[in-house]
């Protein structure tokens, strides 16, 4: 990286880092763009040169997520699969989000429905991200593609759901990180097997009577 895009990832995360005190000191809703700029020390232009919106603000790591998707698998190992190349990269995120600073994060999105959008928005865009990478890789058509990429994102929303839940209810530590976990090998397993397993499960539904 040169010292030009240095200089640039540097105030991106500064910005980032002041508009995220603001928000969890006072509510998304409540901060506007132009006091993200003043606490940064730059022009409200500026904020929106890195940042879209103010939503991209709090979501900043988006992209560095959206890189780690697409890497996880280009560059798995021979032999490995999609699922579990996956897999691997969220069971590695466990303990991040199972941390107590994890609940701020997680009370500012559930306190917020301009974030709870901008979220759907993102898994959008994960979707479609997946998608072009899985067709690439597998050679596969387009519409196959896309079914596998929403499932995929679906396993990856849930993830991130259940985090915000447990964090929520004051459950954190390693505790809460195998727990996570555990439900994150569950559904890798239904995606792997199906939903075949369910059916034999002992869960079977009692016919209906007549009458």
């Given at each position: 990286m040169g010292l030009r895009e240095s200089k640039k990832l540097r105030m991106r995360e500064e910005i980032a880092d002041r508009a995220m005190k603001?928000?969890?000191?006072?509510?998304?809703?409540?901060?506007?763009?132009?006091?993200?700029?003043?606490?940064?020390?730059?022009?409200?232009?500026?904020?929106?040169?890195?940042?879209?919106?103010?939503?991209?603000?709090?979501?900043?790591?988006?992209?560095?997520?959206?890189?780690?998707?697409?890497?996880?698998?280009?560059?798995?190992?021979?032999?490995?699969?999609?699922?579990?190349?996956?897999?691997?990269?969220?069971?590695?995120?466990?303990a991040r989000i199972c941390s107590p600073g994890f609940a701020i994060f997680a009370r500012t999105i559930e306190d917020s429905p301009a974030l709870q959008a901008k979220e759907l928005e993102v898994m959008a865009r994960f979707v479609h991200v997946l998608s072009e990478v899985i067709k690439s890789e597998l050679r596969l058509d387009e519409r196959d593609a896309n079914i596998a990429a929403g499932l995929l994102v679906s396993v990856h929303r849930q993830f991130f759901r259940a985090a915000r839940k447990q964090a929520l209810a004051g459950k954190h530590g390693p505790a809460a990180a195998r727990r996570l976990g555990a439900d994150l090998e569950r559904a890798?397993?239904?995606?792997?097997?199906?939903?075949?397993?369910?059916?034999?499960s002992g869960q079977t539904r009692s016919p209906a009577t007549s009458g």
């Open positions: 603001l928000f969890v000191a006072r509510g998304f809703d409540h901060v506007t763009v132009a006091e993200v700029a003043a606490a940064a020390g730059v022009s409200e232009k500026t904020v929106f040169n890195y940042f879209p919106t103010k939503e991209d603000l709090f979501f900043d790591e988006v992209p560095k997520r959206e890189a780690a998707l697409t890497e996880a698998i280009s560059g798995r190992e021979p032999g490995e699969s999609i699922l579990a190349a996956l897999q691997g990269l969220q069971m590695r995120d466990c890798y397993q239904l995606l792997e097997h199906g939903l075949g397993p369910l059916e034999h």
